[in-house]
């Protein structure tokens, strides 16, 4: 059964303080691996996608890595805004049609 | 240029009834899957359909049915709706199928049941 685990569930920093957000999946076959960010109410809203090939990939203040061997990914935030508060969702794409496993999300407040 | 469109966006139903929430997807994408957002988790999977077909189907019940028009908008229909079905729906538009695409989804629709 493919599963997408995050952690930490939720984190709390202050502003202008940088952030690295975990992500572990099994996915198989594996064919990608997105961060999407979530606003309280709103669809979720992409900001990366890395296929199994790539380690890294940046989207301004977000930089997204992948270790395709072990089967982890990262997204690192740096210089928080307050606007960045929202949950943060690691998705794992397979081979198949549509089939996108969502993890549960870590949810991130960023205090003034 | 328009988003991904849903509606209604909030919905209250009873036990029982059925539902049919709506997606008009991004001008120019021609596949729409479907997903179920339970509070506090991730999304789940239900429909992908591209060019009118589908494509994909997750771990749902045959009480949830969809299909897709030839504008592309797509329906989702749930009946004998149970309190579990309570949830945040997601549309999600992309260009195609393929499996690296993004996906574009709207901000849902509240599902509520009494």
């Known amino acids: 059964k493919n599963q997408v685990e995050q952690s930490p569930q939720s984190l709390i920093i202050l502003e202008g303080k940088n952030c690295t957000l975990q992500?572990?999946?099994?996915?198989?076959?594996?064919?990608?691996l997105r961060w999407y960010k979530q606003d309280t109410g709103r669809g979720p809203v992409s900001l990366t996608i890395?296929?199994?090939?790539?380690n890294t990939k940046s989207n301004g203040r977000y930089t997204a890595t992948l270790d395709a061997d072990t089967k982890q990914s990262s997204l690192h935030i740096t210089a928080s805004q307050l606007s960045d508060s929202a949950s943060y969702i690691c998705?794992?794409?397979?081979?198949?049609?549509?089939?996108?496993?969502f993890g549960q999300g870590t949810i991130l407040t960023v205090h003034p | 240029d328009a988003g991904v469109t849903q509606s209604p966006t909030h919905l209250i139903k009873t036990r029982g009834q059925h539902v049919t929430l709506r997606c008009s997807p991004i001008?120019?994408?021609?596949?729409v899957s479907w997903y179920q957002q339970v509070l506090g988790q991730g999304p789940q999977f239900i429909f992908q359909?591209?060019?009118?077909?589908?494509?994909g189907r997750g771990n749902f019940p045959d009480r949830f049915s969809a299909r897709q028009f030839p504008n592309y908008s797509s329906e989702l229909n749930v009946n004998a709706l149970l309190l579990g079905d309570s949830a945040l729906y997601l549309c999600?538009?992309?260009?195609?199928?393929?499996?690296?695409?993004?996906?574009?989804f709207g901000d849902g629709t509240r599902l509520s049941i009494l």
């Open positions: 359909y591209y060019e009118k077909e589908e494509r």
């Open positions: 992500c572990n999946y099994t996915v198989s076959p594996f064919s990608n």
């Open positions: 890395m296929t199994f090939s790539e």
């Open positions: 001008s120019g994408h021609k596949s």
């Open positions: 998705v794992g794409g397979g081979t198949s049609y549509g089939k996108l496993t």
């Open positions: 999600a538009s992309s260009l195609w199928t393929g499996t690296d695409q993004p996906q574009h």
